[in-house]
């Protein structure tokens, strides 16, 4: 009767990823992203605030 050879250790197996790489982002890459889209949205709402307030004619006091 012929046995196959021993497989290798039980120490030895390893894991392999279908993809070859992580799809979770770690926790610092989401607060750096979420800083710089939450920083845009702020500059975007300021410039266009300014952009529109210097598009419109000064107003004047009716009572001075």
């Given at each position: 009767?012929?046995l196959?050879?021993?497989?290798?250790?039980?120490?030895?197996?390893?894991?392999?990823?279908?993809?070859?790489?992580?799809?979770?982002?770690?926790?610092?890459?989401?607060?750096?992203?979420?800083?710089?889209?939450?920083?845009?949205l702020?500059?975007?709402?300021?410039?266009?605030?300014?952009?529109?307030?210097?598009?419109?004619?000064?107003?004047?006091?009716?009572?001075?």
């Amino acid at each position: 009767m012929l046995l196959a050879p021993p497989g290798p250790p039980v120490t030895e197996v390893v894991p392999v990823r279908i993809h070859g790489h992580d799809t979770s982002w770690p926790p610092i890459l989401i607060v750096c992203a979420l800083v710089v889209v939450v920083g845009g949205l702020v500059a975007a709402i300021v410039f266009l605030r300014r952009a529109r307030e210097a598009t419109r004619p000064v107003r004047k006091r009716l009572d001075g």
